[in-house]
């Protein structure tokens, strides 16, 4: 028994001697890698930098500033989607899994070049290919100085005093930036085309929480031939329609709209419009056009009586960088609601003719525009709107010419017609219009009250600003 003590101890000895020896010479396990940050600029309408490299199975981490809006960043790829509010921060960590070139864009809508705010992820297999995007530039003002540039990342390698220096790709935090100002507003990015054309609105979108002012002067009488002008200098002395609204937008897609038309005439007067507005589609991606809806609601006598409903599309194509196309069909119900516009008979000789001659209640109306950009903030306007069903304008008697008796009666109307040039600072736009029409709501715009025919226009303009 003694002897069977002893061999067991001499085999079970060297064996737990062996497994606490592998024990201690076996290297503890290994802390993960600590995520690679990039700083990301976010800017109207752009990324810095625009190009990001990194590899396949490396932890990422993203730090997204915003220098002036709310902007957003999407990498669809990797089902990333993160909105960063205007001055702040937003950091993001995600680790790619396959490699390929990826779309990152903004994700927020930001201003009319949103669509161009886009960037591209670059995931590669191995370390060659990431630092084969370095690049290396020489400080020709100081000798033996480097400037070293990789995945957004500047360093500063001073080979004679052995010293490396991290250098900020943010210029607004730039030493030599060291006193913020304040932007002027004609220094910045134009917008391609206004709410409105002449007298048909375009689908531009209605920015979030914004407060916009519109109006518009058209004056009654046209443009006389120059040496007529003394009478009253090119319509200028004639009485003149100013109407005034407000469009504010409550999300990035619905906006409100109050307009208000001081017009009176038979028919209409004192005119009320209040509508809602959706922004369905912009120009960029899978859609080929801007598209926006709106309904509305227009009452006379300031909002009292007399109501007309409408319902109407913006459609909005660019044909090129300089050249954008509008279409905006829309249906008027109950434009002429009660015959309102229809002759009395006790204004008319007798005759059956004159009660039976009727209008139409209802108004559709195919509103066509152009804005073809001249000057970097100017443009040339143009459009037409033909209608059918109910049309404003004149009714007059018809004349039998070899009895000289009334024999029926017609009505004399004129599709609105404008042109015009458009001046485009910042918030502020400005529209030197010429149109035969003193209409502008939504279930008016499309006919010409004072019946002006194409030969003739009258001296108006636009104007919209931008508050808040």
């Not at 061999?7 to 079970?12: A, F, T």
């Not at 752009?46 to 002036?68: M, Y």
């Not at 469009?247 to 209040?274: M, V």
Request: hydrophobic fraction near 35%; charge should be neutral.
């Amino acid at each position: 028994m003694h002897k069977w003590k002893i061999s067991h101890v001499i085999i079970i000895v060297p064996a737990l001697m062996l497994f606490f020896a592998e024990i201690c010479t076996a290297s503890p396990l290994a802390d993960p890698p600590e995520a690679r940050e990039i700083k990301i600029i976010a800017r109207k309408f752009e990324f810095q930098p625009s190009t990001i490299t990194v590899r396949k199975g490396e932890a990422v981490k993203l730090a997204v500033t915003s220098e002036d809006v709310d902007h957003g960043i999407a990498i669809e790829a990797f089902g990333i989607d993160q909105q960063v509010k205007a001055k702040q921060t937003r950091v993001i960590e995600f680790t790619p899994d396959r490699e390929g070139k990826f779309e990152f864009s903004c994700s927020v809508f930001c201003g009319d070049r949103h669509p161009e705010m886009i960037g591209q992820l670059i995931v590669t297999g191995n370390q060659a290919s990431t630092d084969s995007n370095m690049k290396v530039s020489f400080d020709e003002t100081t000798p033996g100085v480097v400037i070293v540039e990789s995945n957004g990342e500047r360093l500063r390698i001073d080979t004679r005093t052995k010293s490396i220096a991290r250098l900020d790709t943010s210029p607004a935090s730039s030493p030599a930036q060291t006193v913020a100002t304040k932007e002027r507003e004609s220094g910045r990015e134009q917008e391609p085309y206004d709410y409105h054309v002449v007298n048909i609105p375009t689908p531009k979108r209605v920015a979030r929480h914004s407060l916009n002012v519109y109006f518009t002067h058209r004056f009654q009488q046209p443009i006389k031939p120059l040496e007529n002008s003394d009478d009253d200098l090119l319509g200028l002395d004639s009485f003149a329609v100013s109407s005034l609204g407000f469009t504010i937008g409550i999300t990035d897609r619905l906006y409100a709209n109050i307009y208000r038309s001081p017009l009176c005439q038979t028919g209409l007067c004192k005119t009320i419009e209040i509508g809602l507005g959706y922004h369905l589609l912009d120009e960029e991606g899978r859609s080929p056009v801007a598209l926006s809806t709106y309904a509305s609601v227009e009452g006379d006598d300031n909002f009292r009586r007399r109501f007309t409903y409408n319902i109407q599309a913006m459609v909005g194509r660019s044909v090129t960088k300089y050249v954008h196309l509008f279409f905006s069909p829309a249906v008027h119900i109950n434009a002429n609601g009660n015959g309102r516009f229809n002759p009395r008979p006790e204004d008319l000789p007798p005759g059956d003719f004159a009660n039976n001659f009727r209008l139409g209640t209802h108004t559709g109306s195919f509103g066509f525009g152009v804005n073809a950009r001249i000057r970097p903030s100017a443009s040339l306007l143009f459009d037409y709107t033909p209608r059918v069903g109910f049309k404003l304008g004149q009714v007059s008697p018809v004349i039998d010419e070899t009895s000289g008796a009334i024999i029926g009666l017609k009505n004399n109307s004129e599709a609105a017609i404008g042109f015009g040039i458009e001046k485009r600072m910042g918030r502020h736009v400005f529209s030197l219009t010429f149109s035969n029409t003193q209409t502008t709501t939504t279930s008016r715009y499309n006919s010409s009250n004072l019946v002006l025919p194409p030969s003739k226009f009258s001296i108006g303009f636009n104007l919209f600003r931008r508050l808040l």
